[in-house]
């Protein structure tokens, strides 16, 4: 099953298996049903359970709100995060806040459900991520899916959450396809999962830089480095158990991150794993992020902006010391064709 | 049929008793602010006590209210525990937000209450939803949302009315147009200060009223409720009102120079106790009044002697 059609399959289920989950949003019942995630949902439960939105992106985010604290459970869909910046009154006055600012006696069981472009020149207001930037709030919890299973499995969990959760989407990983459990079935938010044992160095990443890490994990092994990948899977609550336990084995780390670097996931991991296993480190983190600039248009220099299984590969080869790889891999080249 | 028939006495007593409980509240808070116990930025709803009043006398128990920061009053007439917002006001735990909230964060779930916000134009929209929550379930209660007049230069709130216009939600849109945001007058603020008029484009009533006249806001409320409740969507009504008191605090505020005492005096003259008195006989007044002074003193007993709040987090709660 593509990444696509699990979101389909975990919303569809999630419908089916709670009448109060619904799904509004900006454009959610064009026909494209936006890249095909909410096929068919519409013809299924109606207009009623499928809200189509006017262009007020904040306004739906408090009437999410106002709807979840009545005990309904709102999925909240953005055809890009960049749009979800609109909201951010809502979103971390309001939603963050609700469960703290009344003393624990509401709850706010919220879904914002954002994609993130890359490709076709998309540019700077069409493929940020900002995972970060939410993952910094207390009151919100933050998804970022790697691969299909996940994709369902994380869209069930954030839905039968209790608390705001924002569940991001990269459409890089669209048409990635993998085995996915037909039954309705969810993966705990706040546990991150260990793709590839190893003893020599510990990749971990976050969204599309996960396949990157694999890739490049592949490629260290050639060379004789044996590297431990780790999917962080959520950005907050953070699992740095996880990844403390393997830098306390591997003593090496490499953070991959599908977002800019300051205040970012994998400066955040790297601090913690330095209070938590300072000695176990045997060299110093390093950090493969966006470059400190806006995402680019032209694919001249698209190609460019993106780091991948080659950056990762080239910054493990210097956490183990082991001079410059000889045989460098290549990051993953897809073609999305547009335009959206 | 005038506002004054469709009232029957015991309306008219239940009306002149919630505004003269909010009144004597706001004016304990002001008379025991200088003593700091209640460590929380006050917006004291004096002047305004018809507005609340009016409109949640026309809303049945299950209905819920959405107010703003100005908030007291607004808790206080929909039938919040007046316990538990002097408790909250001294940050005690056993205020009606646990010590969380603090003055702008007041909620009595089981008075409709719902939860305050401090952002202007915050709660509009969680109305809507709690309407469209309503809708799906088949409930037929109402969502009443109030706000001061400069929430109408946010973009969320021609946002909302558009929503719940174009899904007709059964909610009542409460403008308190008290003539200033802070210490900004409306004219410098707004283009065409005529805040019913937004309704038009929306297709809904707008409706302008004395908003210092409980008599007049209970039967422009009760219309727009009833609207609401029959399915036939919501009503925006500005209420002309106005603020005896600072913004925030508990002091008189004409030596800023925003606006004049003789404005504040005037406006007093015609204030909502003032209006009111013709709702009540001077002895009920006085018994009234007598009542409500020996709650507000158990209230403030109640705060003082309960507990501090004690951890800053549940343990479910102590993760990163």
Request: aromatic letters at 8%.
């Amino acid at each position: 099953m593509k990444f696509r059609e699990a979101v389909r399959d975990g919303t569809i289920q999630a419908m089916e298996s709670d009448p109060n989950v619904f799904l509004i949003g900006v454009g959610i019942i064009d026909p494209r049903a936006v890249w095909g995630t909410l096929a068919g949902a519409l013809e299924k439960f109606g207009p009623d359970r499928v809200v189509e939105g006017p262009l007020s992106e904040n306004a739906l985010t408090g009437v999410c709100i106002g709807a979840a604290t009545m005990g309904m459970r709102p999925l909240l869909i953005h055809h890009r995060m960049d749009f979800v910046m609109l909201t951010l009154d809502q979103l971390f006055n309001h939603a963050a806040k609700w469960r703290a600012m009344f003393g624990r006696q509401q709850t706010v069981p919220m879904v914002v459900r954002a994609v993130v472009g890359r490709g076709w020149g998309n540019g700077p207001q069409h493929t940020q991520s900002h995972h970060a930037v939410f993952a910094h709030v207390p009151g919100l919890k933050v998804v970022v899916p790697s691969n299909p299973r996940d994709a369902k499995g994380l869209l069930i969990a954030a839905i039968e959450d209790d608390d705001p959760v924002i569940y991001i989407e990269h459409r890089w990983l669209h048409e990635d396809e993998a085995t996915v459990p037909a039954e309705y079935f969810s993966t705990p938010i706040g546990r991150a999962a260990i793709l590839r044992s190893g003893a020599d160095v510990t990749l971990v990443a976050v969204g599309p830089m996960v396949p990157e890490s694999l890739k490049a994990a592949d490629a260290l092994g050639q060379a004789g480095v044996s590297a431990e990948v780790i999917d962080l899977r959520t950005a907050r609550p953070l699992d740095s158990d996880t990844v403390v336990q393997s830098v306390a084995k591997t003593g090496r780390l490499v953070v991959a991150d599908a977002d800019w670097g300051p205040c970012g996931i994998a400066g955040e991991v790297i601090a913690r794993v330095s209070e938590d296993a300072f000695d176990a480190l045997k060299s110093r983190p390093f950090r493969v992020t966006w470059p400190d600039t806006s995402v680019p248009s032209s694919q001249a220099i698209e190609a460019q902006f993106y780091p991948g299984a080659k950056e990762i590969q080239t910054a493990a080869m210097r956490a183990c010391e082991k001079g410059p790889a000889r045989d460098l891999v290549r990051s993953t080249v897809k073609q999305f064709e547009g335009p959206f | 049929m005038s506002a004054t028939d469709v009232a029957s006495a015991a309306v008219r007593k239940d009306l002149y008793y919630r505004m003269l409980l909010i009144r004597r509240v706001e004016e304990r808070i002001k008379a025991n602010y200088h003593r700091r116990e209640m460590r929380s930025p006050p917006h004291l709803y004096i002047g305004h006590e018809a507005v609340a009043t009016g409109v949640c006398a026309a809303l049945r128990a299950a209905d819920l209210v959405f107010p703003y920061y100005r908030s007291h009053g607004w808790y206080l007439a929909k039938g919040g525990d007046l316990n538990t917002l002097f408790a909250e006001l001294f940050g005690r735990a056993t205020g009606c937000s646990r010590g969380w909230g603090g003055s702008m964060h007041l909620i009595d779930l089981a008075a409709g209450v719902m939860g305050t916000s401090a952002i202007v134009g915050g709660t509009l929209s969680h109305a809507a939803g709690a309407a469209l929550a309503f809708r799906m379930r088949g409930h037929d209660s109402v969502a009443a949302v109030s706000f001061g007049d400069g929430t109408v230069e946010e973009g969320v709130f021609h946002e909302t009315l558009n929503f719940a216009a174009l899904r007709r939600l059964p909610v009542i849109f409460v403008c308190e147009n008290n003539l200033y945001a802070t210490n900004t007058h409306i004219r410098a603020r707004q283009a065409r200060p005529e805040i019913h008029r937004h309704a038009e484009r929306f297709g809904m009533p707008g409706v302008t009223a004395d908003g210092n006249d409980a008599l007049i806001v209970y039967s422009e409320a009760g219309r727009a409720v009833a609207r609401a409740r029959r399915g036939e969507g919501p009503t925006l009504i500005e209420f002309e009102t106005y603020r005896l008191v600072e913004h925030c605090g508990v002091n008189e505020d004409y030596d800023l120079g925003y606006r004049t005492l003789e404005e504040i005096r005037q406006w007093e003259a015609k204030g909502p106790l003032e209006k009111g008195k013709t709702l009540v006989t001077e002895t009920d007044a006085r018994r009234m009044g007598a009542e409500i002074d020996a709650r507000i003193d158990a209230a403030l007993e109640f705060a003082r002697s309960s507990p501090w709040p004690s951890s800053l987090l549940l343990p479910e709660e102590a993760v990163r």
